[in-house]
């Protein structure tokens, strides 16, 4: 399971989270605007794609006295072959 714009794949919790929505190894994801971008495609090219899965990455902040905190992000995520019939339908 790895994000088709990045080559990256996914770890940890992000693994089960896909599993448990029933995906498998080797599917491919890629969230909302990764996907635009990728598929050079229009928001409204894209309407109707639903996210299968809300996954998260720990990222550093600052706080309000600079100290570095680690907190969650959570994003949503889409998967590739449900985005191309998406936007092979919305082009017709």
Known sequence: ???F???VEYTGCNIATLMEAGFNEGDEFAT???ARKF???TGKELKG???VAR???IVVKKDKEGK???VPKYFSVFERTELEEVIA????
């Open 55 to 57: 996954l998260m990455t």
């Open 68 to 70: 570095e905190k680690k």
């Open 1 to 3: 399971m790895n994000n």
């Open 49 to 51: 794609a639903k996210a």
């Open 5 to 7: 714009t990045t080559n």
């Open 32 to 34: 909302f605007n990764q």
């Open 39 to 41: 598929f050079n495609t």
């Open 89 to 92: 339908s919305n082009r017709h």
